[in-house]
């Protein structure tokens, strides 16, 4: 008996330490499981894909294993990695860097769903353990899935490595780790609400001025307006490049058809080539907003095209996109007229950037919930300036990153560079965006704050009731005019009415400036009124504002 005793209180260590570690590992076990199910799904449709163009191929140069090597082989191009092509007629091999864009999208969403709910599955069976739990349980699925979707990658980067397509290892090792990374961290942040404490802590390293900058209150409002200024201006940006890719190949649709017809006879090659061109049209409208921008883009060795002229074109397979290109000599008027894209883009950054500057004065329109004017005040002519020049400066580094992965080698000589030169990209856009975006935000900032004074001037003298913002920034009301007594004393309203109000009408006694922009209330006079309107009407509530 003192033996079971004594073997009994050695194991108790051991035991509390898998009762521990039962406590903590579904969460990396359903990352684990997360990660492996979405690198399958992935590979599983790259697979399927590919085999069902190979039983439809008349002539097959290979068996099914060769299959689901380009399989793979494609699976880890689409995360950006350089493949290289052995079975070369030189003998020499080949790389092929450029990545469909829309082809990452499929892995990207796999792991940012698969990290989400990862972590929703995780809390719902009580593993978080209130915040804190929370927070470690989705760290923890987030290595989950991390890890399981590498152990997956690199098997598939094995398998791959025995095709005709192999993986360059050191852009393997690059790309297919930071795919995983990024989108699992975005699927666990948007698994707890996108919360902006994960962000201050990876501002926290900043440099402290750049941190005060960036951390405060006011910055945050200002950041956020030029983040949503830039990703419209993105927008514009490839959906103008995507409507210049569209006019060109309807310019020269006989030529794409002919190309088309000649690339192959057979129906599962025609549909390969069909899908292929579908995948990179992103690529493509990313390529005709680097023409739109100036630079242009370069079609290998030697040969620049650019609206201000294009190059001799050098020996280029025939390729239905290809033969959208502008042909060789100077550019002409019609060459010069995609310059309307680039304007459009920097009018879309300024013009978003004075809706926030002007939305303090217009009581949060446009969206913005009063994050453009801190305090119900209109920006600065310089403030705008500056956060719309903040705006650019995003505008044109996202830019130029989507002109970096859309491009690549395919092959060496007269393919070894394809594509927007992605630093060349990224100085025109700023160029743009400061000649066009940063004027427009100014000047659209002063004909808003302009209008805004006209109206007001001509409903005060007409005797009629001023729109002005609410105390709070959260709506608008109306002022009745009352007397304005001469000598500079203070105007006074005898009754606010609102489209929210659920307490009108009221007396309300602020010191606003001419155009209603901001106001600047007495604490104790406004406390002090509102307290006697109460007593006297018997109710309750709080006015509107008057929190």
């Given at each position: 008996?003192?033996?079971?005793i004594?073997?009994?209180?050695?194991?108790?260590?051991?035991?509390?330490?898998?009762?521990?570690l039962?406590?903590?590992?579904?969460?990396?076990?359903?990352?684990?499981?997360?990660?492996?199910?979405?690198?399958g799904?992935g590979?599983?449709?790259?697979?399927?894909?590919?085999m069902v163009l190979?039983?439809?191929?008349?002539?097959?140069?290979s068996?099914p294993?060769?299959?689901?090597?380009?399989?793979?082989?494609?699976w880890?191009?689409a995360?950006?990695?350089?493949?290289?092509?052995?079975?070369?007629?030189?003998?020499v091999a080949a790389?092929?860097?450029?990545t469909?864009?829309?082809?990452?999208?499929?892995?990207?969403?796999?792991?940012?769903r698969?990290?989400r709910?990862?972590?929703?599955?995780?809390d719902?069976?009580?593993?978080?353990?209130?915040?804190?739990g929370?927070?470690?349980?989705?760290?923890?699925?987030?290595?989950g899935?991390?890890?399981?979707?590498?152990?997956?990658?690199?098997g598939?980067a094995?398998?791959?490595?025995?095709?005709?397509?192999?993986?360059?290892?050191?852009?393997?090792?690059?790309?297919?780790?930071?795919?995983?990374?990024?989108a699992?961290?975005?699927?666990?942040w948007?698994?707890?609400?996108?919360?902006r404490?994960?962000?201050d802590?990876?501002l926290?390293?900043?440099?402290?001025?750049?941190?005060r900058m960036?951390?405060?209150?006011?910055?945050?409002?200002?950041?956020?307006?030029a983040?949503?200024?830039?990703?419209?201006?993105?927008?514009?940006?490839?959906?103008?490049?995507?409507?210049?890719l569209?006019v060109?190949?309807?310019?020269?649709?006989?030529?794409?058809?002919?190309?088309?017809?000649?690339?192959?006879?057979?129906?599962?090659?025609?549909c390969a080539?069909?899908?292929?061109?579908?995948?990179?049209?992103?690529?493509?409208?990313?390529?005709?907003g680097?023409?739109?921008?100036?630079p242009g883009?370069?079609?290998?060795?030697?040969?620049?095209?650019g609206?201000?002229?294009?190059?001799p074109?050098?020996?280029?397979?025939?390729f239905?996109?290809?033969?959208a290109v502008?042909?060789?000599?100077?550019?002409?008027?019609?060459?010069w007229a995609v310059?309307?894209?680039?304007?459009?883009?920097?009018?879309t950054?300024?013009w978003f950037?004075?809706?926030?500057?002007?939305?303090?004065?217009?009581?949060?329109?446009?969206?913005?919930?009063?994050?453009?004017?801190e305090g119900?005040?209109?920006w600065s002519?310089?403030?705008?300036?500056?956060?719309?020049?903040?705006?650019?400066?995003?505008?044109a580094?996202?830019?130029?990153?989507?002109?970096?992965?859309?491009?690549g080698?395919?092959?060496?000589?007269?393919?070894a560079?394809?594509?927007?030169v992605w630093?060349q990209?990224?100085?025109?856009?700023?160029v743009?965006?400061?000649?066009?975006g940063?004027?427009?935000?100014?000047?659209?900032?002063?004909?808003r704050?302009?209008?805004?004074?006209v109206k007001?001037a001509?409903?005060?003298?007409?005797?009629a009731?001023?729109?002005?913002?609410a105390?709070?920034?959260?709506?608008?009301?109306?002022?009745?005019?009352?007397?304005?007594?001469?000598?500079?004393e203070?105007?006074?309203a005898?009754?606010?009415?609102?489209?929210?109000?659920?307490f009108e009408p009221?007396?309300?006694?602020?010191?606003?400036?001419?155009?209603?922009?901001?106001w600047?209330?007495?604490?104790?006079?406004?406390?002090?009124?509102w307290?006697a309107?109460r007593?006297?009407?018997?109710?309750?509530?709080?006015?509107p504002?008057?929190?």
């Amino acid at each position: 008996m003192a033996g079971v005793i004594q073997m009994t209180a050695r194991r108790s260590p051991l035991s509390s330490l898998l009762t521990r570690l039962r406590g903590r590992s579904p969460g990396l076990a359903v990352g684990l499981l997360g990660g492996a199910v979405a690198a399958g799904l992935g590979l599983g449709m790259f697979a399927v894909l590919v085999m069902v163009l190979w039983i439809s191929s008349p002539y097959p140069d290979s068996g099914p294993e060769g299959a689901l090597h380009v399989a793979a082989a494609l699976w880890l191009l689409a995360h950006g990695a350089e493949l290289v092509r052995t079975d070369t007629l030189s003998g020499v091999a080949a790389p092929v860097g450029v990545t469909p864009l829309l082809l990452l999208v499929l892995p990207v969403w796999l792991v940012h769903r698969a990290a989400r709910d990862g972590v929703e599955r995780d809390d719902a069976g009580g593993s978080g353990g209130g915040p804190g739990g929370a927070d470690v349980s989705g760290r923890t699925v987030w290595a989950g899935v991390v890890l399981g979707y590498l152990v997956v990658g690199a098997g598939a980067a094995l398998y791959a490595a025995g095709g005709v397509l192999r993986p360059s290892w050191v852009s393997t090792g690059i790309c297919v780790p930071l795919v995983a990374v990024a989108a699992a961290g975005a699927g666990v942040w948007t698994a707890y609400g996108r919360p902006r404490d994960v962000v201050d802590e990876v501002l926290i390293l900043l440099p402290g001025r750049v941190r005060r900058m960036v951390l405060g209150s006011e910055a945050r409002g200002r950041l956020g307006a030029a983040a949503r200024a830039a990703g419209a201006g993105v927008a514009v940006f490839v959906g103008g490049g995507a409507l210049l890719l569209g006019v060109s190949m309807v310019w020269h649709g006989g030529a794409a058809r002919a190309s088309f017809l000649q690339l192959t006879e057979s129906f599962s090659g025609r549909c390969a080539v069909l899908l292929l061109c579908v995948v990179l049209v992103p690529n493509a409208a990313v390529w005709a907003g680097a023409y739109a921008l100036g630079p242009g883009f370069v079609l290998g060795e030697g040969r620049v095209v650019g609206p201000l002229g294009a190059s001799p074109a050098p020996l280029l397979p025939p390729f239905p996109l290809l033969e959208a290109v502008p042909g060789a000599g100077s550019g002409g008027p019609l060459n010069w007229a995609v310059g309307v894209v680039p304007v459009v883009a920097g009018v879309t950054v300024g013009w978003f950037v004075a809706g926030v500057a002007t939305a303090g004065g217009a009581g949060g329109a446009g969206g913005s919930g009063g994050a453009g004017g801190e305090g119900g005040a209109v920006w600065s002519r310089g403030r705008t300036a500056g956060v719309a020049l903040v705006a650019v400066c995003g505008f044109a580094g996202v830019v130029a990153g989507l002109a970096a992965m859309a491009g690549g080698p395919l092959g060496v000589a007269a393919l070894a560079g394809f594509g927007p030169v992605w630093w060349q990209v990224g100085v025109a856009a700023v160029v743009w965006g400061g000649v066009v975006g940063v004027p427009v935000a100014v000047g659209v900032r002063a004909w808003r704050v302009r209008g805004r004074e006209v109206k007001v001037a001509e409903a005060e003298a007409a005797g009629a009731d001023v729109r002005v913002p609410a105390p709070s920034g959260g709506g608008w009301f109306a002022r009745r005019k009352a007397a304005v007594a001469a000598g500079g004393e203070e105007r006074s309203a005898d009754a606010v009415t609102g489209d929210n109000a659920a307490f009108e009408p009221y007396d309300f006694l602020p010191t606003e400036a001419v155009d209603g922009s901001s106001w600047q209330r007495d604490e104790a006079a406004r406390e002090a009124r509102w307290a006697a309107l109460r007593e006297a009407s018997g109710r309750e509530d709080t006015p509107p504002g008057a929190s």
